[in-house]
């Protein structure tokens, strides 16, 4: 079982950077793959970014690809997603998700985040 907890949503201006962070508590959170997603209102919820536990290998929604960056700190059970040249088409509620498949469909994670908010201004 792991539960998740979301950090670091808030209000931005256009071009401007947010750090969110996901705290995992719960055993063997190195051995998930930790993903984040995002869902604005009326649209259904999208894949972000993933990284994988064994290698650290990361992956990337070609919308944010060069722009986000997700990084995990498994001695801490955090992982983190940096957001860098914020658009207003990226505000959306931001969840933080965990699961044993390495996937970008949110049908593959088992554990989700409650969410935090991303708001950016134009």
């Known amino acids: 079982q792991v539960q998740l907890v979301e950090f670091g949503g808030g209000l931005v201006q256009a071009g401007g950077s947010l750090r969110l962070s996901c705290a995992a508590s719960?055993?063997?959170?190195?051995?998930?793959?930790m993903g984040w997603f995002r869902q604005a209102p009326g649209k259904e919820r999208e894949f972000v970014a993933r990284?994988?536990?064994?290698?650290?290998?990361?992956y990337y929604a070609d919308s944010v690809k060069g722009r986000f960056t997700i990084s995990r700190d498994n001695a801490n059970n955090t992982v983190y997603l940096q957001m860098n040249s914020l658009k207003p088409e990226d505000a959306a509620v931001y969840y933080c998700a965990a699961g044993v498949v390495g996937t970008r469909l949110p049908s593959g994670y088992d554990y989700w985040g409650q969410g935090t908010q991303v708001t950016v201004s134009s």
């Open positions: 719960g055993r063997a959170f190195s051995t998930y793959t």
């Open positions: 990284t994988t536990w064994r290698s650290g290998a990361s």
